[in-house]
């Protein structure tokens, strides 16, 4: 069982950054791939950002790259998504999620565990 904590979402103006935070808990979360994911109302659940280990690789949306970038801290057990030069565009609830084992996936069906959702929300 892995249980998913996130943190750090908030109001933000356009051009400002925002580190999202999805503690893990029950795995090491090297041993199964994560996920970014955005839903803002009335819009299905979309793909940010994921990353697999075993070996190190990662995904970023058309809308995500160059802007966002996924870290982790094996010590805190915690991967974070730093999001830059935020957009109004970017407003949603942020969710992190986890399937055990190895490889990208990208769709929301795809992952087994799911965080609480933060909000972000970018003044303009």
């Known amino acids: 069982q892995v249980q998913l904590v996130e943190s750090g979402g908030g109001l933000v103006q356009a051009g400002g950054s925002v580190r999202l935070s999805c503690a893990a808990s029950?795995?090491?979360?090297?041993?199964?791939?994560m996920g970014w994911f955005r839903q803002a109302p009335g819009k299905e659940r979309d793909i940010v950002a994921a990353i697999s280990w075993n070996p190190v690789s990662a995904y970023y949306s058309d809308s995500a790259k160059g802007r966002f970038a996924i870290a982790w801290d094996n010590a805190k057990n915690t991967v974070y998504l730093q999001m830059n030069s935020l957009k109004p565009e970017d407003t949603a609830v942020y969710y992190c999620a986890a399937r055990i084992g190895s490889g990208l996936v990208f769709r929301p069906s795809e992952y087994d565990y799911w965080g609480q959702g933060t909000q972000v929300t970018v003044s303009s």
């Open positions: 029950g795995r090491t979360f090297s041993s199964y791939r």
